[in-house]
């Protein structure tokens, strides 16, 4: 740790988390907001996501509990149940060696009855959004008479979510003398005038503009037609193999279609928005950061509150409509001291928002050319050699195969070509398309719809299968794939044309594998909504 005076204003008990965690220095948030918080003065503290303010108004809050007490003693208001969640387990890290510490999260989603349950038990800290803190004050489950310490995060998301009047009920319910804090990533006017109301002569933290950027993320943009995209995300994805992933789109829809392509081609690919139920992205959080999902397809509720440190590459398949959102995404890489690369998609208009986004983050964004399948394959071959080299340079044993054909006088050079032959055609993918694809677009078009009847008409015949369930349910086809890919145990290949309306649902599978999905989604549910699933009458003749 780099700051002395800083670190020795915390206690023991701080320092063993911190080196515990392996923090090395503090961030310049933490050097500049945790003096005057130790000194229980009011604090601004403006600092995008990623730049460890969580630690920065954390550590002053664990010092000034009073571990004798089994009250409610500090309060986080968040804009999110994600954001919320983070920060609670942060809390929880840095607060590991305070033995009695404890932490709550309140948020909606979750059973309020266990919420209630513990708060009647006693916690030092609730970590909550608006709503369900509110709810607890109307129940009187939660008492505010006995907190000194309340932080404000990402007070700009809160007041673009219409937590304004939420957040003034909550803390004009505190006691009079409650030090406060506010962090957000800007501070319009009307962030800066609900301060001015509600603190008391505060410290205004600033990071310069230039810091509002994440200097280790490589930064690139590729100009292409928006039909380009899926082509163009499948071939970065193969090129730059990336270990974690993220994909931004704007739409909950896009979130789902993108997920379900990506899943129908084979990649470990998932969707993260806001109609998943907590317990759901609960569960693909903790597949991504476990590297069963390796690529995952979000919305901008994911560019905040994500704690994944091995994301290495961001890609912004929709350029997001906010400046601020793009330093958010983009942050998600490059964290706890890697580098990282965030590439973007500009079709169109878009290009006037990249131009927003560099004056506004005072970067230049390179620009990329379109990658060919001569870079994957190219990609394809540098592998292959590695695997190749990392074979040899370690311990090879002697091969009886080897032994017979060098005896019958093949010489080595033969002998490795050969293999590498065999190799190869074990190996090869589907690196196949035109190579030109990109650069005659409309060509491209054709020759895919060309190539597309040709793959369903050659050999397989569909059989359509009627599902009693549609839109009305909310049902998309990520469900709908993923539940018969799971239940039914087919590829996801197999599964052909989906056609989603109100009430019902058609969908194609192979003939070989109609029997086996009708058989094996009998009592199956699909979010949740049971559903009847039986072979469709064939379709009106016009």
Known sequence: MTDKKTIDLLSKESLQAIEKMGFEELSPIQEQAIPPLMEGRDLIGQAQTGTGKTAAFSLPLLEQIDFSKNTLQAMILCPT????????????????????????????GAPIDRQIRALKQGVHVVVGTPGRVMDHMRRKTLKTDQIKYFVLDEADEMFAMGFRDDMATVIEALPEDVQKAFFSATMAKPIKDFASKYLKEPEFIQMVHKELTVPRVEQGYFELKEFMKGEILTRILDIY?????????????????????????GYGADALHGDLKQ???????????????????????????????????????????????????????????????????????????LRDIQRYTKTKVQKRELPTLKDIKERHRTRIINTIREQMDGEVENNPYVDIL?????????????????????????????????????????????????????????????????????????????????????????????????????????????????????????????????????????
């Open 241 to 265: 193999d990336p270990k974690l992933c993220i994909v931004f789109a704007n739409t909950k829809k896009k979130v789902d279609e993108l997920t379900a392509e990506l899943q129908s081609k």
């Open 81 to 108: 149940r994600e954001l919320s969640v983070q920060v609670a387990e942060e809390l929880g890290r840095l607060g590991k060696f305070h033995k009695k510490l404890s932490v709550l999260p309140v948020y909606g």
């Open 279 to 353: 317990n759901q992205r609960d569960a693909v959080m903790r597949k991504f950061k476990r590297g069963t999902v390796e690529v995952l397809i979000a919305t901008d509720v994911a560019a905040r509150g994500l704690d994944v440190d091995d994301v290495d590459l961001v890609i912004n398949y929709d350029m997001p409509q906010d400046q601020e959102y793009y330093v958010h995404r983009i942050g998600r890489t490059a964290r706890a001291g890697r580098e990282g690369v965030a590439l973007s998609f500009i079709a169109g208009k878009d290009i006037y928002k």
């Open 406 to 542: 060098v005896a019958e006088n093949y010489n080595s050079y033969d002998i490795a070509c050969a293999l590498m032959e065999l190799y190869l055609k074990t190996q090869k993918s589907d690196i196949h398309a035109e190579i030109d694809a990109v650069d005659n677009p409309n060509a491209y078009q054709s020759r895919q719809k060309e190539r597309s009847n040709k793959d369903r008409d050659r050999n397989q015949k569909y059989t359509r299968l009627f599902i009693n369930i549609g839109k009305d349910q909310n049902i998309s086809q990520r469900h709908v794939v993923g539940s018969i890919v799971e239940r039914a145990g087919i590829k996801a290949g197999s599964i052909g044309k989906i056609e989603i309306f109100p009430n019902a649902t058609f969908v194609e599978v192979k003939d070989a594998d109609a029997e086996k999905v009708v058989k094996n989604m009998r009592g199956a549910k699909i979010k949740g909504y049971p559903v009847n699933i039986e072979r469709a009458k064939p379709k009106r003749k016009r």
